[in-house]
C-alpha cells in the first residue's frame, strides 16, 4: 500500500520558502491504476518526485509499501530497495538519459543491479523492439526526437519491472498511436502482473484506464474520483483542446486541400521570392555520425513552401524530422545540400523548454533574448524592427513584463529561477522570451504540450493575433484537433 499523510514540500530558497505541497494525504492500493490531473503549477511533478525518496517530506509521512519517507531520512540501504521498487518516468526525459546509445541506457539499470552483459541486452533489445526502437539502438540519445526520448526512457524503467510505476506527462510529446500503445501497454502490465501504476497527464485519454483519478488544486487534493475511468467520454469533450484524439495519417492528409508538399514549378519560385515565402530548395539533411542516414529529403531533396502571414503546421510520425526541419529554418542547423530562402528574423520555441532556459530568474530570461537583439550587430535591426513600430523606447523590462503578462506567467514567479518551474510553466517562459524578441517568423515546436486547458487557450489566442500581425507561424503537433483549429495549411513529412 501507498499511503501520504499530511505530506508538505516546499522548494528552499522559492517564494520564501513556501509550501509547494501543503497537506497532501493519499491512499493508492497495491495493483490499482491511479491518475493524478491538475493545472500547470499545482504540485503534481512535486508529488511524483516524492513516491521514490528523489524529494523528501518537509512535513508528514510517506509509506511506499512499508518503507516510511520522514524529514531527516537517511537509510540509504533501504532508499535504494525503493528505487528498485519504484520507478519513475520524470517529465523531462532528457533528465534521465545518460549512456551514450540508446540500448546502452536501457541496459544500464539491469546491469547495475548485477545482471550480466548478455542477459541484460536480451532483455533491453526485447524492450526497445516493442518501443519501436530497435532500429535505433546504436544512436546516440540526443539523436532521437523529443517523443523517441520519451519511449526511451519508458523503456528504460518498465526493463527493470518495478512493482510501482509512476510517469510524468509521457506521451506529452507523442503521437497519437504511440501514446495509445504506451497507455494500454501500461494498463495490461497493471492488470495482468498487478503492478501499481501512478500517471500524471492534462489529456483524457491518457486516464481512460484508471481505477481512480486524483485532482491537486494549489498543493493539496481536492478531488478523488473512482468514477473518471466511467466519464472519460464527458471529460474527453470538455477538454477536446488538449487531447488530440485524432490521428495523422498519410493518406488522410494527402486529401486535405491545407496539406502542402509538392514540387516547386517557376511560378512557385517566383512566388517565393516576390511574396517573401519561406522556401526550400533542394534540401538535405543528415546528422554527424549517422552513417549518412538522410532525417530531411530522405527519398529526394526537399522542396517546398511556406507562405509569409499563414499559420502552417508541420505534422507527422515521431522520428521523422520535424524538430530538425525547425532548425533549420531558425538557421541553427546548417544543410547539408540544397538552401532555404526568405527565413530571417525567425525564432523558435524548442519541444524541450530546458533547451532554452539560462538565467538565474524568469524576469532575467525573458530580457535575455532583448539585451542581445538590442547588443552590436542586432541593435539596428532592434531599432528598425520593434521601436520604429511601435513608436516606443520601453524598457527591457517593460518588455519582458508585457511578454510574460500576454502568456500568462503570474507575477509572483518574475523572480524565481526558471529551472524550478513545472515543466509547464517552463513552457510559457519560453514562449515569452521569443515572443519579446519580436520575430517575423515563429516557430512553435508542441507548444502545448504538458500545458492545461487553460493555458492551451491562451497560446491559440496568441497564435491568432500573430496571425493577425501578418507573422508568419509554423506550429508542430500531434493533435489534429489543434492544427485544425489553427492552421491554414500542412506539410506532412
Known amino acids: 500500500m501507498i499511503r501520504f499523510k499530511d505530506v508538505h514540500y516546499a522548494y528552499k530558497g522559492e517564494d520564501g520558502g513556501k509550501d509547494i505541497l501543503k497537506g497532501v494525504s493519499l491512499q493508492i492500493n497495491m495493483g490499482e491504476f491511479i491518475g493524478i490531473k491538475g493545472d500547470n503549477g499545482s504540485g503534481k511533478s512535486t508529488l511524483v518526485k516524492l513516491f521514490n525518496g528523489t524529494f523528501l517530506p518537509d512535513k508528514g509521512e510517506i509509506d511506499i509499501d512499508g518503507i516510511k519517507l520522514h524529514k ?56 526497445l523492439e516493442y518501443m519501436k526502437l530497435q532500429k535505433k539502438k546504436n544512436y546516440p540519445p540526443n539523436h532521437l526526437s523529443g517523443g523517441e526520448k520519451q519511449r526511451l526512457v519508458i523503456a528504460g524503467i518498465l526493463v527493470m519491472e518495478p512493482d510501482i510505476i509512476v510517469l510524468d506527462e509521457p506521451t506529452s510529446m507523442l503521437d497519437k498511436k504511440t501514446s495509445k500503445e504506451i497507455i494500454d501497454l501500461l494498463n495490461k502490465i497493471c492488470k495482468e502482473q498487478k503492478k501499481t501504476v501512478v500517471i500524471v497527464s492534462h489529456k483524457a485519454e491518457d486516464l481512460r484506464h484508471c481505477d481512480r483519478v486524483l485532482q491537486v488544486k494549489d498543493g493539496v487534493i481536492v478531488e478523488d474520483d473512482i468514477e473518471a475511468a466511467a466519464n472519460l467520454e464527458e471529460v474527453e469533450n470538455k477538454n477536446l483542446e488538449t487531447v488530440g484524439m485524432s490521428e495523422f495519417t498519410d493518406s488522410k492528409l494527402s486529401s486535405d486541400s491545407k496539406t502542402v508538399y509538392k514540387e516547386i514549378s517557376d511560378s512557385d519560385k517566383n512566388e517565393a521570392t516576390n511574396a517573401q515565402n519561406i522556401e526550400f530548395r533542394d534540401v538535405v539533411f543528415s546528422y554527424e555520425n549517422s552513417k549518412g542516414e538522410r532525417i530531411i529529403g530522405k527519398e529526394k531533396p526537399f522542396n517546398t513552401l511556406i507562405k509569409k502571414g499563414k499559420v502552417t503546421a508541420i505534422v507527422g510520425d515521431n522520428g521523422a524530422g520535424k524538430s530538425t526541419l525547425a532548425c533549420l529554418i531558425a538557421g541553427l542547423y546548417k544543410v547539408k545540400k540544397g538552401k532555404i530562402l526568405n527565413n530571417d528574423n525567425c525564432r523558435v520555441v524548442f519541444q524541450n523548454p530546458d533547451y532554452q532556459l539560462f538565467e538565474d530568474s524568469v524576469l532575467n530570461e525573458v530580457m535575455s533574448g532583448i539585451r542581445y537583439l538590442k547588443r552590436n550587430k542586432k541593435k539596428r535591426f532592434w531599432e528598425k524592427n520593434v521601436e520604429s513600430k511601435t513608436g516606443e523606447n520601453l524598457s527591457e523590462k517593460d518588455l519582458a513584463k508585457e511578454a510574460l503578462e500576454l502568456v500568462g506567467v503570474p507575477k509572483k514567479y518574475y523572480d524565481r529561477s526558471p529551472l524550478n518551474l513545472s515543466g509547464g510553466e517552463k513552457k510559457l517562459v519560453t514562449i515569452a522570451a521569443i515572443l519579446a524578441m519580436k520575430p517575423d517568423i515563429l516557430i512553435l515546436d508542441e507548444p502545448t504540450a504538458g500545458l492545461s486547458e487553460k493555458y492551451c487557450k491562451r497560446v491559440y489566442d496568441i497564435i491568432n493575433e500573430l496571425k493577425k500581425d501578418n507573422k508568419t507561424v509554423i506550429l508542430i503537433s500531434h493533435s489534429e484537433e489543434e492544427v485544425e483549429k489553427l492552421a491554414e495549411e500542412r506539410i506532412l513529412i
Not at 537517511?74 to 520524470?90: A, E, P, T
Not at 526525459?93 to 536480451?122: M, R
Request: hydrophobic share 40%.
Open 72 to 127: 531527516g531520512f537517511k537509510d540509504y540501504n533501504k532508499l535504494i530497495n525503493l528505487r528498485k521498487k519504484c520507478g519513475v518516468v520524470f517529465q523531462n526525459p532528457d533528465n534521465q538519459i545518460i549512456s551514450s546509445t540508446v540500448l546502452e541506457d536501457v541496459k544500464f539499470g539491469l546491469k547495475n543491479i548485477g545482471l550480466k552483459e548478455h542477459e541484460a541486452a536480451e532483455k533491453a533489445l526485447k524492450m
